[in-house]
């Protein structure tokens, strides 16, 4: 069965289906110490801000919580829009959250307040078959788009390694959908990484 999940998610990374929206979701990754972008946050950024150039949206929601370095992925992702000339009223900032989940249910919320109905989600291509599954499930009209040029995508060991990852957190997220979050297993987890 995960066999057959990764040939799916690995199919569905080599298709781009960008097409008009009212917003790109652009999802977090990693920051690196002095607040630098990592590769994968980079090449996110900078795909979002090519597809809005080329007119596919007038709005983007970066998303994306503090992780292990300040500040938030939100605001890394914002500062290199505003490099790029992207219009600070173009740009909205979901900075609250640790999750793909989380990420697009805050950002659905965000899309509800302003009337959007469609979205580009850009991410790494192996995350999209997932971003997409959870986006619909949440009632988002959504579209992935892939930052091809991310080099956990280009390196071949580390596009299996996160094709392989994305499997397994597809069939987490299907599972917790049939038997509920498992909360004891997430406090262990905290209790274990704040000790």
């Known amino acids: 069965m995960l066999g057959l999940i990764f040939q799916r998610v ?12 009212d917003v790109i979701i652009v999802l977090g990754s990693a920051v690196w110490s002095g607040g630098r972008p990592s590769p994968s946050l980079n090449a996110r950024t900078q795909h979002a801000i090519a597809l809005y150039q ?5 709005s983007l929601i970066f998303c994306g919580g503090l992780g ?3 500040p938030a992925e939100a605001e890394v992702m914002r500062r290199l829009a505003a490099s790029a000339g992207i219009p600070a009223s173009a740009m909205i900032l979901e900075d609250q959250s640790h999750s793909t989940e989380e990420s697009l249910a805050n950002a659905k919320a965000l899309m509800d307040a302003r009337g959007f109905k469609t979205a580009i989600i850009v991410s790494d291509p192996f995350h999209l078959y997932r971003a997409e599954i959870i986006a619909r499930d949440l009632g988002i009209d959504a579209y992935g788009s892939g930052a091809r040029n991310s080099p956990t995508y280009t390196r071949a060991n580390q596009r299996t390694w996160y094709t392989i990852r994305e499997s397994v957190a597809l069939v987490w997220y299907y599972a917790t959908r049939v038997v509920g979050e498992p909360a004891w297993l997430y ?8 000790n």
């Open 187 to 194: 406090d262990s987890l905290k209790g274990r990484m704040t």
């Open 10 to 21: 690995d199919a569905r990374s080599r298709v781009d289906r960008a097409r008009p929206a």
């Open 54 to 58: 080329a007119g596919f949206a007038s």
């Open 68 to 70: 292990g370095n300040p």
